[in-house]
């Protein structure tokens, strides 16, 4: 069963450093999002990316954030200069056909911050 | 504007107990609602979804009626298992389908 896979699985930086979260999305999807959660609260929305560029962001996604998809097959999430509050599970997801097909996650990537 | 509230957790029940967890929705339009779960350690996986008003969704025992007249979509299960123990979000999709608006999760523990 195709799914969405994400790397690395377990990211640790030092404050101020760039980081750059990878996905695999599932192969015939064109639409990308990424979400957040940070421990105990809400998945949050990021950013929505179709036909290679963002449909729609929250604000939290702001200059510190890019998305890109860089080939066929990856699509990445960077911080520029992460802070101690982006400590966070970062999840990929892929949609065939929204709004009403599901949006497939991949396993997260958790993010820590000291 | 788009938003889910969900009932809060935790919620602790024995094994073959009769399973309610609450989901209201404010949107715009006709969204999509969705119910995910997410195991220990795992991420988000579908659980069950419902596009229109009326349909119900089901899916491992589970089920979740969309009632546009009460702006509801509470998830239901008759008699949970151990397995079931995971943390349960409520979500709908926007008439675009450019995001997902979560619930806050609620945790369930099925205990033997």
């Known amino acids: 069963e195709p799914e969405v896979t994400q790397t690395p699985s377990h990211q640790v930086t030092q404050m101020g450093q760039e980081v750059i979260l990878r996905c695999v999305p599932i192969?015939?999807?064109?639409?990308f999002y990424w979400y957040r959660q940070i421990l105990g609260q809400k998945v949050e929305f990021l950013v929505s990316?179709?036909?290679?560029?963002?449909?729609?962001k929250s604000e939290i996604f702001d200059d510190q954030f890019s998305v890109e998809r860089p080939d066929g097959s990856n699509f990445t999430l960077k911080i520029r200069s992460t802070k101690l509050e982006d400590s966070a599970m970062y999840f990929c997801?892929?949609?065939?056909?929204?709004?009403?097909?599901?949006?497939?996650f991949g396993p997260g990537t958790r993010l820590t911050v000291l | 504007g788009n938003s889910v509230t969900q009932m809060e957790g935790p919620v602790t029940l024995s094994e073959e107990a009769f399973l309610t967890i609450n989901c209201t929705y404010t949107?715009?339009?006709?969204?999509?609602l969705f119910w995910y779960v997410q195991y220990p350690g795992e991420g988000l996986q579908l659980l069950l979804k419902?596009?229109?008003?009326?349909d119900k969704g089901s899916n491992k025992g589970f089920e979740a009626t969309y009632r546009k007249e009460t702006t509801s979509f509470h998830l239901e299960k008759g008699s949970v298992q151990v397995s079931d123990s995971a943390v349960y979000f409520c979500a709908l999709s926007d008439d675009n389908g450019n995001q997902f608006y979560f619930g806050t999760g609620t945790s369930l523990t099925v205990i033997p």
């Open positions: 990316f179709y036909n290679n560029e963002i449909s729609e």
């Open positions: 997801a892929s949609c065939c056909r929204p709004p009403a097909g599901e949006q497939f």
């Open positions: 949107a715009t339009g006709y969204p999509s």
């Open positions: 419902a596009t229109k008003a009326d």
């Open positions: 192969s015939n999807h064109l639409y």
